[in-house]
């Protein structure tokens, strides 16, 4: 890895990713389904800026806190590839667009948000 990379983050593809944990939003009917999830179980949205550095980081710092868990779903927005879907959370759970960004689902309601760095100190 380069210097560039290790300071501003390398760029994220679907492979670093844990496929058997997170599962991609790219649809907007997707929306509703998890709505329902949530009933039973506690839904973990991960919105992120493959081109941006920060968000990058984010994300690999968040992934050192991701474990495999019973009561969790968890979420993934590639909100450049899929930015209707990243505007359908923002009205359907009136919560302004941020990039990185966590939503926290429980019950089809928000229980927590955070944007930045302020997305790893989010407990779930």
Known sequence: MGLIDKIFGKKETEESQN???WKKLTSTDQINVIKDLSKDKKIIIFKHSTRCGIS???WRQFQSKVEDREDVLYFYVDILAHRDVSDALMHEFQVIHQSPQLIILDNELVVSHASHSA????DF
Not at 119 to 122: D, G, L, T
């Open 19 to 21: 496929p058997s944990l």
């Open 56 to 58: 990058g980081m984010v």
């Open 119 to 122: 997305i790893n100190a989010i």
